[in-house]
């Protein structure tokens, strides 16, 4: 239980360390606002047409009497839109971190470098092109899985009690230990770690891993506040990198002003 609380710490301290360095977190907010955007209008549109869609997508109900035909299309766009909200939750910190690569590269080289004992950060000494392709690979195999994930999770929401109590607690796990992943490997592709490798470190130390993600996810269910959160989180998720391969941490005591190992 230890790991489920410093996970969480994690978060609390990567949210601080962008509160004291204003100009990378007005920087960080540019691709989490760009995504939210595009994310926005493609939600609009499809609770807009939504509903045309899934008239469409049905001929075979055109005949059906009231009120099956109206109570079928529409738990049918109920359905859709919801795994439109899923995928939208899943996949907007992958598409931020790809609009926002170097930002968040930046972000997170200067993190290092602040709790680093020699004042250093890891370089992956890869050319900018060849990072980008490395991190839209990796960012769609994880979606891949995650989709997989929200397939299950979805048919087994159809079971009686589990599926309304059990089934979701479990999503927001799921969705925490992805949302993880795709911050952490910032941190960790530049330390030369691939996609393998990090989701075996991420399993071995679950719990550290569901302190920080499971929270951030659930907060990235309110409107608008992944915007804020994403600077803090790569900033958090860095630090948590740094634990996962035991590297040694300094911290800056914000009473003293003096330096503590940790």
């Known amino acids: ?41 493609a939600l609009v549109a499809l609770a807009t047409w939504g509903a045309d869609f899934v008239a469409w997508a049905t001929p075979f109900a055109d005949d059906w009497s009231s009120p099956w035909l109206g109570l079928f299309r529409g738990f049918l766009t109920a359905v859709l839109f919801a795994l439109g909200l899923l995928g939208a939750v899943l996949t907007f910190t992958a598409v931020t971190l790809l609009i926002g690569q170097p930002f968040y590269e930046n972000l997170s080289e200067k993190v290092d470098a602040d709790v680093s004992p020699d004042g250093t950060a890891p370089e992956s000494g890869l050319p900018f092109w060849r990072e980008l392709w490395i991190s839209a690979r990796d960012s769609l195999r994880i979606l891949v899985r995650a989709g997989l994930w929200g397939v299950l999770l979805f048919a087994l929401g159809f079971l009686p009690f589990v599926g309304q ?83 040694e941490t300094v911290a800056q005591d914000e009473r003293a002003g003096e330096p503590v190992s940790s």
């Open 165 to 247: 109590t059990v089934v979701p607690v479990i999503g927001f796990f799921v969705t925490g230990f992805f949302l993880t992943e795709e911050l952490a490997a910032v941190a960790l592709q530049r330390r030369g770690v691939d996609l393998r490798a990090r989701l075996t470190l991420l399993r071995s130390r679950k719990l550290l891993v569901w302190g920080f993600g499971t929270p951030l996810g659930l907060a990235f269910l309110v409107p608008f506040v992944a915007v804020f959160l994403m600077p803090g989180a790569v900033a958090g998720a860095t630090l948590l990198a740094r634990d996962l391969l035991d590297e």
């Open 1 to 41: 239980m230890r790991d489920l609380g410093a996970g969480f710490g994690y978060l609390l301290k990567g949210q601080r360390w962008v509160g004291r360095h204003g100009r990378q977190f007005g920087f960080g907010l540019l691709p989490g606002l760009i995504t939210l955007v595009l994310y926005a209008a």
